[in-house]
């Protein structure tokens, strides 16, 4: 079985990709930033590798414009592909680059900046399927059909290859790093970045992370063969392809040191983190790396260690649902039912014990119809902005101390 398997991607390879990079209106080099917040929460040196800032807003180009030149090279002019976003973007540009032409199948879900992005960079979008797996299989019917060549987003030697410059570049930024760590989907990013590191210095640990939603590596590395998921539910879109390839899966299995799994919950505070501390709009394939940095499941404790920030295309629509979700879960914003007698100055009166708290309403609805409610009883469903956890409980004890029944419902959709 072995024999058949297909060879992990060589050093040579991604040095070979380098040299076609070498190209700043495709890729630049981008930075990295020492975190000193995050580095005194996990008790480490922190810093950041700032590969949301590439053109495209991610790393998907540089796997993308290898496999394009040479195709074109080769007299190739016409790519199709299938993304949730990122890879989208990256296909349309390094083809647009490199004078052909393109067509991306893109879950009807996709973020609407991802979908505008791709559009903008040239190519035609086609928005099909309900998750990426039913996306994939129509590009690949579509590429079948025509002359067009399939540009896979992980399974395909020359994108790994590209992928691999960055692992290369990250060495170069920090030859002393202990641990790295990188965001998995299909794989490819991880695959082209331990095949680098690893060239460097084996003693550098390459830990990967995924999404609990998408989570497909620790069973396929169990099993010894790809597992493909049916459905994927992560707001890390970026990193939800619900399964590895073989190539990856292989080169997971000799390079990575160890795989982490990570929360939605975790990855949006992530999120929240980032953009309070380092003032970086990553989105939530971006973030997992921190998120996995700050978790229980990773011990960086005493290391030098670089987490990837591996896109920054956040859509404004999911900003504000994971901004939701982590203000909800810091209790900084609160929703509380209080119980009152349906009279005139109820709800001002409620009003004032909230502002006497310093604690500010964010919105008040009254509802008079429900069958647990007496005669003459309203609820009263306040969103109220709170400083945190302490403050919210002191607001909540001044209204039950003023002798109104209240329920916290913030968890409540």
Not at 102 to 125: F, L
Not at 173 to 188: H, K, R, S
Not at 228 to 246: P, W
Request: proline share 3%; glycine share 8%.
């Amino acid at each position: 079985m072995n024999e058949t398997r297909p060879s992990p991607v060589q050093y040579s390879d991604i040095e070979r990709a380098r040299e076609r990079l070498e190209n700043d209106r495709v890729v630049k080099r981008t930075p990295i930033e020492r975190s000193t917040s995050l580095g005194e929460l996990v008790g480490a040196d922190v810093y950041l590798k700032m590969e949301h800032l590439q053109w495209t807003g991610s790393f998907k180009t540089r796997g993308a414009y290898n496999k394009i030149r040479q195709d074109t090279d080769r007299g190739i002019d016409e790519f199709v592909a299938a993304s949730a976003g990122n890879h989208a973007q990256g296909v349309a540009l390094a083809a647009t680059e490199c004078g052909a032409d393109s067509t991306v199948a893109m879950p009807e879900n996709a973020p609407q900046t991802k979908i505008d992005a791709t559009r903008d960079y040239g190519a035609d979008v086609e928005l099909v399927g309900e998750d990426f797996q039913e996306t994939m299989a129509y590009a690949q019917s579509l590429a079948e059909g025509s002359d067009a060549e399939f540009v896979h987003a992980y399974d395909d030697r020359d994108i790994v290859a590209g992928q691999g410059t960055l692992g290369a570049e990250m060495y170069r930024d920090l030859p002393e790093m202990d641990t790295v760590v990188v965001p998995i989907g299909g794989g490819g990013l991880i695959s082209g970045i331990a095949t680098a590191i690893k060239h460097h210095d084996p003693e550098i640990r390459v830990v990967g992370v995924q999404a609990a939603g998408a989570e497909t590596v620790h069973e396929s590395l169990d099993k010894g063969v790809p597992v493909t998921l049916d459905d994927t539910n992560t707001i890390a879109d970026g990193i939800a392809t619900g399964g590895i390839s073989e190539l990856t899966l292989r080169t997971i299995e000799e390079h990575v040191d160890e795989v982490v799994t990570v929360s939605d919950g975790e990855i949006a505070e992530a999120i929240l983190l980032l953009l309070e501390r380092a003032k970086q709009v990553v989105e939530g394939a971006g973030a997992a790396s921190v998120a996995a940095v700050l978790s229980d499941d990773l011990d960086v404790e005493g290391e030098i260690v670089m987490p990837l920030l591996c896109g920054g295309n956040l859509d404004m629509t999911m900003l504000q649902t994971v901004l939701v979700h982590a203000l909800t879960g810091r209790r900084q914003t609160l929703r509380l039912r209080v119980r009152i007698r349906d009279r005139p100055g109820e709800m001002a009166r409620l009003s004032r014990l909230i502002a006497d708290r310093d604690a500010n309403i964010h919105d008040v609805r009254h509802v008079r119809a429900v069958d647990a409610l007496d005669v003459g009883e309203a609820h009263l469903l306040f969103r109220i902005e709170t400083k945190g956890a302490e403050h919210a409980a002191a607001v909540v004890d001044t209204i039950e101390d003023a002798g109104y029944a209240v329920d916290d419902v913030s968890e409540e959709r």
